[in-house]
């Protein structure tokens, strides 16, 4: 288990000595229990720094800023950024390597054991409590949640209450490191791929229907896309409002923007939008599920990402995030690669 | 801007198209489609009138834009696009629409043909329509070739290139170029010796200014693309300074290593110090180090100290030879198919059953036994000997599916020699079919049968074993109908030929595709025999496939005059529709660079960059790219969008 003093010396340390320029993390809110994404740019501000299991978010999108903020800048502060990282997270880390988006010298990689649980889900939660007022979630040594109400605490198996996603996971503590914290903790979940059974079970036509009511509530606000740390294109192929246009863009260019998806919201456009950014995160998404989460119609995008992973390991063996010195999934081709669905 | 103005000419091909699609009604309806202001259709649009139609209308119409509904691009796109250029505008301003592979050849149905022939040439125009005007990319040659292998085929490619005057780095693996042919006894089908004949082609090579001969190397990387290849090569140590040698043979009395002769097959040794045969290219001796005693002069060094000259020089170090050259020809050549493959006849452990090179040595004057006939196990002359044909060949569940097109003839040469050597002897022959295609080639075989009293069984050999000292056969006279038993003092297998070992590593090096077999494939089974897919890199010789002398010489010839084609020209002109990145939109995630088959594309201050030499404009990269940041010029994102949308009648 990660001892919350030990993860504020380390920051401490680092950022006292000016190591990193400033530190990802994540802090208490001010309403509610969920912590928050925090910037921690002076070493006094470390104290507000907090380590539950509320910390869901993937740090990793800040990433994302950080180097377009630095690509406006004339002379950057070349330092490295400190980041708080789950085991996830940390395979986002890898796959932002691998695909050269980053360096390994911009950041400074603070990686927390998620121990034997993972993170709560909020909506399990309010579920379990029914309305009472939550304070403050923690960890256990074992597989539960300590969790503190207006009316005490309370010990809640963590079955009960945390993301799916987290039971599932195979890496709860981060593959990349610089310091890490909570020691190295394997899980090995019975079926990885388990949430994705009811699915597969249904036949072609229950499938349909069940996308099609699904995919008819998008509103294509683009939250999925906006956090996810792995669209990081200044262009969406499937999206034509925004259009990256620079000053040297020439007008034959501009003219020559296509159109695959219409602006307004159909089923249909919809769908090539979700079916696309599920294709385009094929050996890319590493299942922080930080779109479902963010997705204020309740659409179980997970569940595309996870089916493509499922494919991608059946199909080629293909892991995410565990190793930046192979080919991408999408990249890469080998003699074996199975070829039977060309007919 | 003004408004493109562009022009549709179908063609009729004879009836190939006219058959089955109604080229009037194509001409007219693309009369009415948007930006046409030009459509009509002619017999044939590539014949010289067809041609001049094109001219003519481009002047008349002042078109800025050419389609032209005919067969594949592969056959006539440069012919349109040089009538284009004759009347003055960009060739790339016309494009091709396939109405014949692609539609009429497909489509029974006159209205249904039709229709799609209207379509595709719609989508055509639709895309020359933002064609970018383009000229050809323009590269200087390095006026040098490279020819691997050092058999026959490689010696005569390299002979041929090295006389119209170019230079040529000859690269073999072995310490002597000579090949298989110099192995060889007497050639069918006229009887003449092969090392009479092959050595004065040898002795050119050394003796040659303008060829390098690089023995005992292999290449190991090839970069670059047609006109400017680089290759480096590894020169591995022979440890004898060919200078100094003077061939005296001291070294070989003291040497106390004797290893089996990889030259005479196994069927004598050699020492570690050896020169491969007397009439070996460069005239050396080399010392072999897996057989040496660790090379340590404290160890051994018995060679050097009665080496007069001090040839002997045990610090060399393999060395990396790098050379720039403009073209390629591969003549790595055959291997024969291994004897243990073949359980039925003995896995290649039985003594007297030898293969068809190591029956050649035994015939040769100058093999290990001065061509007496004797056989390996008690030495004694074989008096009942068998010929097994198609021994591993033609043999699709088990062995290899193709012919080894040889054996029938090489076969028959050895049942004639050895009758010349063991008059008493008798020999046999067991075959599926003689084929005996060739100038004199069946004249020799019948020569064999009527003349030397060869018997000629049809039938297969089902199984070959040790009887005490005899060599058991059992096998089948189809003809007759009847199970043969022979009771033979020696069999030799007619080994299928197999693709020489190391030739799937120098494809990969050299990103040349083999075929189903392993041998390299050519660019067209018909018309381009002797290229390959790639670019300035030619076949030769038995790497093809099975081939006997005189085919492997004249394939040799044919390589190299498509060499010195490439080689006599200043500049070589590339196709100009590559890739081309957008900056803003890279992220420099390097996965065009790993998909890239050409090795075109790198990253360079964290953004893809083209070579546009090297890119063969297959849109591979452009595929895999999630950004759309990389596109093929005149294929663009854009252009296949508005493709789609004329194909489904927007």
Redesign the interface.
């Known amino acids: 288990m990660v001892a919350l003093e030990d993860l504020k010396q380390e920051a401490k340390n680092v950022l006292e000595g000016g190591t990193v320029k400033y530190i990802i993390g994540y802090k208490k809110p001010a309403v509610g229990f969920m912590a928050v994404p925090a910037f921690f740019h002076k070493p006094e501000d470390l104290d507000a720094l907090v380590w539950d299991p509320t910390c869901v978010h993937n740090l990793v999108l800040f990433l994302k800023d950080e180097k377009k903020k630095k690509l406006g800048q004339k002379e950057p502060d070349e330092r490295p950024v400190g980041i708080v990282v789950k085991g996830c997270d940390s395979r986002a880390v890898n796959v932002l390597l691998q695909e050269n988006y980053i360096d390994r010298e911009n950041v400074y990689i603070l990686g927390v054991s998620c121990g034997k649980t993972g993170m709560v889900d909020l909506k399990k939660v309010r579920k379990y409590f029914k309305g009472k007022i939550i304070s403050q979630i923690d960890f256990n040594e074992n597989e539960s949640f300590t969790v503190t109400t207006t009316e005490g605490k309370v010990e809640v198996p963590a079955a009960d209450i945390f993301a799916v996603r987290c039971t599932e996971c195979i890496t709860a503590s981060p593959v990349i490191h610089d310091v890490l914290l909570g020691g190295d903790s394997v899980r090995t979940p019975e079926n990885p791929f388990g949430s994705l059974e009811e699915m597969e079970s249904k036949s072609q036509g229950q499938k349909w229907d069940f996308w099609q009511e699904q995919l008819t509530k998008c509103i294509r606000c683009y939250a999925c896309r906006s956090i996810c740390p792995m669209c990081y294109c200044d262009e969406c192929v499937v999206d034509t409002i925004n259009f990256a246009v620079y000053p040297d863009t020439p007008a034959e260019e501009k003219a020559q923007k296509i159109k695959w998806v219409e602006k307004s919201p159909t089923t249909s456009e919809n769908f090539i939008y979700h079916m696309v950014r599920a294709i385009h995160l094929a050996g890319r998404c590493v299942d922080c599920a930080e779109c479902e989460r963010a997705c204020p119609m309740d659409i179980p995008l997970r569940f595309l990402n996870k089916k493509l992973e499922k494919e991608s390991k059946k199909l080629f063996d293909y892991d995410v995030g565990y190793d930046t010195e192979i080919p991408s999934l999408i990249s890469s081709f080998r003699d074996e690669d199975p070829e039977d669905f060309i007919r | 801007m003004k408004k493109k103005r562009i022009g549709v000419f179908i063609c009729h091909c004879g009836t190939n198209i006219a058959g089955t699609v109604d080229v009037k009604k194509v001409a007219e309806a693309l009369s009415k489609h948007d930006g046409v202001v030009h459509s009509e259709d002619y017999v044939y649009m590539c014949s010289d009138p067809g041609q001049k139609r094109i001219v003519e209308a481009i002047k008349e119409n002042d078109l800025d834009k050419v389609v032209v509904s005919c067969c594949s691009p592969n056959l006539h796109e440069s012919t349109f696009r040089n009538a284009v250029k004759e009347a003055d505008k960009n060739a790339f301003q016309c494009e091709i629409a396939n109405i014949r592979e692609q539609c009429s050849w497909v489509h029974p149905n006159m209205e249904e043909g039709t229709d799609k022939a209207i379509k595709i040439t719609k989508t055509v125009v639709e895309k020359v329509k933002?064609n970018e005007e383009l000229e050809p990319i323009s590269v200087p040659v390095t006026r040098r070739a490279l020819v691997i292998g050092g058999g026959i085929s490689g010696i005569q490619a390299a002979l041929d290139i090295a006389n119209s005057g170019h230079e040529v780095i000859l690269v073999e693996k072995s310490p002597s170029i000579g090949g298989h042919m110099i192995q060889l006894s007497e050639t069918f089908p006229t009887l003449d010796c092969s090392q009479c004949i092959l050595t004065p082609k040898m002795v050119e090579v050394s003796k040659h200014e303008k060829i390098k001969l690089l023995t005992y190397s292999e290449v190991q990387e090839v970069s670059g693309y047609v006109g400017n290849f680089k290759a480096k090569i590894l020169k591995k140590p022979t440890y004898v300074d060919p200078d100094l040698c003077t061939l005296c043979d001291e070294c070989t009395k003291v040497c106390p290593v004797v290893v089996e002769s990889e030259f005479e097959l196994g069927l004598t040794g050699r020492r570690a110090i050896y020169i491969p045969f007397p009439q070996a290219i460069p005239a050396t001796y080399i010392l072999d180090d897996t057989g040496c005693p660790g090379l340590l002069p404290i160890a051994c060094g018995k060679c050097a100290d009665v080496c007069d000259p001090g040839a002997i020089d045990f610090d060399q170090k393999p060395e990396i030879v790098e050379e720039e050259i403009g073209v390629i020809v591969v003549a790595t050549g055959y291997d024969l198919y291994d004897k243990t493959n073949m359980g039925e006849y003995g896995y290649g452990k039985i003594p007297d059953v030898m293969d068809g090179l190591q029956f050649e040595r035994l015939c040769s004057a100058s093999g290990p036994t001065n061509g007496k006939i004797i056989r390996p196990s008690d030495l004694k002359e074989p008096k009942e000997l068998v010929f097994i044909q198609c021994a591993g060949s033609r043999d699709p569940e088990l062995h290899c599916a193709y012919c080894s097109k040889i054996c029938c003839m090489y076969t028959s040469k050895h049942a004639m020699l050895y009758k010349h050597h063991v008059h008493d002897g008798q020999a046999y022959v067991f075959y599926i079919d003689i084929r005996s295609g060739g100038k004199g080639y069946e004249e020799f075989v019948q020569r064999t049968v009527e003349n030397d009293g060869v018997l000629y069984l049809r039938g297969k050999v089902s199984k070959v074993f040790q009887d005490g000292d005899k060599v058991k056969v059992w096998g089948v006279d189809t003809l007759a109908g009847k199970d043969i038993e022979i009771d033979a003092d020696l069999v030799v297998l007619a080994m299928a030929m197999r693709p020489s070992e190391g030739t799937e590593k120098l494809a990969k090096i050299l990103k040349m595709s083999l075929d189903k077999d392993g041998f390299f494939s050519e660019a067209h089974p018909k018309l381009k025999p002797v290229e390959s897919v790639s670019a300035g890199m030619f076949i030769a010789g038995a790497a093809q496939a099975p081939k006997d002398i005189p085919e492997a010489v004249a394939q040799a010839s044919g390589a190299a005059a498509k060499a010195i084609g490439i080689l006599s020209q200043e500049r070589l002109y590339h196709s100009p529709m590559v890739a081309k990145v957008?900056k803003?939109?890279c992220?420099?995630?390097?996965?065009?660079v790993?998909?890239c088959a050409y090795d075109a594309i790198s990253?360079k201050d964290?953004i893809a960059e083209v070579n546009e030499v090297l890119c063969e404009g297959c849109g591979t990269c452009s595929a895999?790219c999630?950004?759309?940041a990389i596109s093929v010029k005149n294929s663009?994102?854009?252009q296949v969008?508005e493709m789609i949308n004329a194909s489904l009648g927007g």
Do not use: E, F, Q
């Open positions: 933002h957008n803003h939109l992220t420099g995630c390097r996965m065009c790993d998909v990253i964290g895999t999630l950004r759309a663009t994102p854009y969008h």
